[in-house]
């Protein structure tokens, strides 16, 4: 399969759950028991403008690839015609690119690449953060 030809909303949608399961067992792993507590902490790193913050980490910090911010790109730049109603367009168009570099990468079987941004954004995105 050749995941460079895959739409890449396809992607970003794989990549959406993808990532989500990435911060799911990070929170879980950090101590955090109750559903409550996790789904709130949760949001700083799956909402679209908390995508959208971490995405111009990497790319402002220097850490993605030329191959990466193409695919971020071809996510960020793809046509839609509707976006949801509490982010604006911009940020979810970002986020849409993050999803889609995730996507990309499990599909191209780069999981240790995954875990490397993942590993980044635990380490110095949340210092940066915090």
Do not use: C
Not at 76 to 100: C, L, Q, S, V
């Amino acid at each position: 399969m050749n995941v460079k030809q895959i739409n890449v909303i396809t992607l970003a949608y794989l990549g959406d759950a993808i990532y989500e399961v990435y911060v799911r067992n990070y929170l879980i792993n950090k101590g955090i028991a109750k559903v409550e507590e996790l789904q709130k902490k949760a949001i700083k790193y799956v909402s679209a403008k908390g995508q959208s913050n971490i995405l111009n980490y990497l790319i402002d910090n220097k850490y993605l690839s030329d191959e990466e911010i193409e695919i971020v790109k071809r996510g960020r730049n793809y046509k839609r015609e509707t976006h949801p109603k509490n982010t604006d367009i911009g940020t979810y168009k970002m986020a849409t690119g993050f999803e889609t570099l995730i996507g990309y990468l499990y599909l191209d079987d780069k999981k240790t690449r995954i875990d490397e941004i993942m590993n980044l954004i635990w380490e110095e995105y949340n210092e940066k953060d915090n």
